[in-house]
């Protein structure tokens, strides 16, 4: 694989947003088909869920495979500065499992959405997303992830 100099490094890394992601995008056109009212990047609770559905009490975390170390084959360990990356990469997750936590202790169920089941050659079609996003809204299963295999109980924090 061919190095990448450090400016292009910084011009990639600068170009990746926190919010409004194509992922995002994404669930938001499933929650408005679905007509189900939600609040985007919902700054009034603790880690800011991407989509917070209040009346079914039901926050949805959309995640990037590799910011978020998913087991899948869209993540990459990087080569380049290993050390860094396992300690950056070990925060978030244990981040994302305070976040859970504290969602739960709200009072909310949480879906994590991967970005491995949005985009993506394994990605899942948008009906089957669309209806396991459904499923899981109105059935009141608690905590699930949704990756390029569908829907399932969250293996922590359940």
Sequence with gaps: MKA???IKRSHI???IHSKSTKPEIIVGKILNNLEINHISQCEKIYGKPDFVCVEHKAA?????????????HMFRPPKSTSEYWTKKLKNNIERDMRVISNLNNLGYRVLVVWECALLGKK???????????????????RNCEIDYQGIKLMQSLC
């Design 4 to 6: 990448i100099s450090k």
């Design 13 to 15: 890394m600068r170009s």
């Design 123 to 141: 990605k899942l079609d948008s009906i089957i997303l669309q209806d396991c996003i459904e499923e899981w809204i109105f059935t009141g299963i």
């Design 60 to 72: 949805i975390l959309v995640n990037g495979c590799f910011w978020h170390r998913h087991s899948c």
